[in-house]
C-alpha cells in the first residue's frame, strides 16, 4: 500500500528545496560557478532532492509490485518501464541519481558549470513530484 503520508511530506520537503534551487538559479551562472557559499547550498539542496525523488521512486517500485532496483538508476527505469513514468523523464532521473552519486561520492571532482546547467532541469523533478503525487492522492 502506498503510503501517502510518506509521500506527501517528502513532496513537502522537496518543494522546499526546489525553492532554494530556483532562487540560486536567479542569482546567475556567475554566483553558482563562482561562489563556494552558493555551491555548497545548491550541491546539498540538489543532492537532497534528488535522493528524495528517488526514495520515493523505491516506495512505489516497491508497492506497485514493479520488483527490485539495482541501483538508484534502476528505481526510475522500473517507473519507465511499468509506464508509471514517462520512459524519457525516467531517463532524465536516471541521470539526475549519477548526479546524486556525483555529489556524495565524488564531491571533490564537482563541475560547477554541470552544477549550473542541473539548474535548468529542475522541472524533471517538479515532473515526478506531480506524478507520485497523484500516486498517493489515488492510493
Not at 538559479?25 to 537532497?48: C, F, N, P, W, Y
Not at 539526475?96 to 523533478?125: C, F, K, P, Q, T
Request: charge should be negative; proline fraction near 1%; glycine fraction near 10%.
Amino acid at each position: 500500500m502506498v503510503d501517502a503520508d510518506s509521500i506527501y511530506a517528502k513532496l513537502t520537503r522537496l518543494d522546499e528545496l526546489l525553492a532554494v534551487l530556483e532562487q540560486a538559479r536567479e542569482r546567475g551562472r556567475a554566483s553558482v560557478t563562482s561562489d563556494m557559499h552558493l555551491q555548497l547550498e545548491v550541491e546539498r539542496a540538489l543532492q537532497v532532492s534528488i535522493q528524495i525523488c528517488i526514495d520515493i521512486g523505491a516506495h512505489l517500485v516497491s508497492e506497485l509490485g514493479l520488483g527490485p532496483a539495482d541501483d538508484y538508476q534502476g528505481v526510475f527505469a522500473a517507473l519507465g518501464s511499468a509506464g508509471t513514468i514517462d520512459s524519457d523523464l525516467a531517463d532524465r532521473l536516471g541521470d539526475a541519481a549519477g548526479l546524486r552519486n556525483l555529489l556524495v561520492h565524488d564531491y571533490g571532482e564537482i563541475d560547477h558549470a554541470r552544477l549550473w546547467d542541473s539548474l535548468g532541469e529542475l522541472g524533471d523533478l517538479r515532473e515526478f513530484a506531480a506524478v507520485a503525487e497523484r500516486i498517493a492522492r489515488e492510493g
